[in-house]
């Protein structure tokens, strides 16, 4: 790899952990993703991870961690090598719209029991709920139908895929 090619990965690796900073997660979560999105191999130990992202072993566990919890990563093992490697977890794209599926689902139902304690309340006082529930509710609508359509078009593409 030349310096430029160096420099643009590096530069795409930022831009990933800008991007997760701005959606409310760790820089350090984004960065290590972004790694894995572009490593070869795949699969990185913790290691090479903080080598090539110049960061701590322990800044490097704990954000795997959380990266494992949300479902973006997952922790493997290579025969024959007696430590973890980390990679992008297959599908972990669908399954975080399936947990935001239901969280969206969760905010309906809160802004439903605030409506309910705000039942006898002149209705300027309930317009706040009423659009977080109304918005959650299109989208508790909606998300699962593209999530189907999704899976199908991903069938069509790759007929072995699990679905």
Known sequence: ??????????????????????????????????????????????????????????????????LIQIGLIERVSIPGERRDYFQIKPHAWSQLTKQRIAQITSFRQLAE???????????????????????????ERELPLLDQRWELEQQQIQPDAPA
């Open 1 to 66: 790899m030349n310096k430029e090619q160096s420099f643009e990965r590096t530069h795409f690796v930022e831009e990933v952990g800008l991007m997760f900073e701005l959606v409310g997660f760790p820089r350090m979560s984004g960065r290590i993703f972004g790694w894995l999105l572009i490593s070869d191999p795949p699969q990185q130990s913790t290691g090479e991870l903080a080598a090539g992202l110049q960061a701590s072993k322990g800044s490097i566990s704990t954000m795997t961690r959380l």
């Open 113 to 139: 029991k605030g409506l309910s304690l705000l039942e006898d309340s002149p209705p300027p006082l309930q317009e706040r709920l009423q659009e977080m529930r109304d918005i959650h509710a299109f989208w």
